[in-house]
């Protein structure tokens, strides 16, 4: 006999996992993966946005600074 351990019929029916257990568990997790992976969609959308906006910007640049010489060396 093991002291802590209910003995009887009471532990023989014991079920781990009852259905409410599993369904709020279910839905913690099922919670947790779509704000996870909604991060990581939102993530590469931004990153996705700014490389963007940082490539035209560098583009916008380049190309004034082009004119600018073209304009310089028309004088």
């Not at 802590?4 to 996992?17: D, E, H, Q």
């Not at 259905?19 to 279910?26: A, E, I, K, L």
């Not at 946005?49 to 940082?54: E, G, K, L, W």
Request: aromatic content about 12%; overall charge positive; charged content about 20%.
């Amino acid at each position: 006999m093991v002291p802590g351990l209910a003995s009887g019929t009471a532990s023989a029916r014991f079920r781990p996992g009852n259905q409410v257990f599993r369904y709020v568990r279910r839905q913690i997790l099922t919670f947790r993966s779509d704000i996870w992976r909604a991060n990581i969609i939102y993530g590469v959308y931004d990153l996705t946005r700014m490389s963007i906006v940082a490539w035209r910007h560098h583009t916008a640049l380049t190309t004034n600074r082009e004119a600018n010489a073209y304009l310089l060396r028309a004088q």
